[in-house]
């Protein structure tokens, strides 16, 4: 057994089809494009969202909604994950380290929906009033960057 002379199974490989070489092929002349029309033509392609000529799709749906481009999308942080934390100064880097937001580069606001047990001084980017109140209730600070 060598493996330099190992072969495919009968009948698991087929040759290419030789498109436009001569009627004797079988298809040849029209080279199995069918006789007139737009997929006959070269260059020709079928796009994906095309319907045949049908109104499409994103013309028959109905056009309604605004998405505001300026919009901030925040990375939530509740206070009640704040309490896992072992450190008072909580800034953007130390919640990226301790897993509680994904990315750094974007901004973050704490929202008030537990009770705090300890004192905090945080610098993030947008705080609700619920979270300034038992932040500041607790003897913390809030700074907005």
């Given at each position: 057994?060598?493996?330099?002379?190992?072969?495919?199974?009968?009948?698991?490989?087929?040759?290419?089809?030789?498109?436009?070489?001569?009627?004797g092929s079988?298809?040849?002349?029209?080279?199995?494009?069918?006789?007139?029309?737009?997929?006959s033509?070269?260059?020709?392609?079928?796009?994906?969202?095309?319907?045949?000529?049908?109104?499409p799709?994103?013309?028959?749906?109905?056009?309604?909604?605004f998405?505001?481009?300026f919009?901030?999308?925040?990375?939530?942080?509740?206070?009640?994950?704040?309490?896992?934390?072992?450190k008072?100064?909580?800034?953007?880097?130390?919640?990226y380290?301790?897993?509680?937001i994904?990315?750094?580069?974007?901004?973050?606001?704490?929202?008030?929906?537990?009770?705090?047990?300890?004192?905090?001084?945080?610098?993030?980017?947008a705080v609700?009033?619920?979270?300034?109140e038992?932040?500041?209730?607790?003897?913390?600070?809030?700074?907005?960057?």
């Amino acid at each position: 057994m060598d493996l330099s002379k190992l072969n495919h199974a009968n009948g698991a490989r087929r040759d290419r089809k030789r498109i436009g070489r001569g009627q004797g092929s079988g298809w040849g002349l029209t080279a199995g494009r069918g006789e007139k029309g737009y997929g006959s033509r070269a260059g020709s392609k079928k796009r994906s969202w095309f319907e045949g000529g049908q109104m499409p799709l994103q013309r028959r749906l109905p056009k309604f909604g605004f998405t505001n481009l300026f919009r901030k999308e925040y990375q939530i942080v509740n206070v009640e994950s704040l309490a896992k934390l072992s450190k008072t100064e909580v800034t953007i880097e130390v919640l990226y380290k301790n897993g509680l937001i994904k990315k750094q580069d974007r901004p973050v606001k704490i929202l008030g929906n537990a009770e705090l047990k300890k004192k905090f001084d945080i610098k993030v980017h947008a705080v609700s009033k619920s979270a300034r109140e038992k932040i500041e209730k607790q003897g913390g600070s809030v700074t907005i960057l």
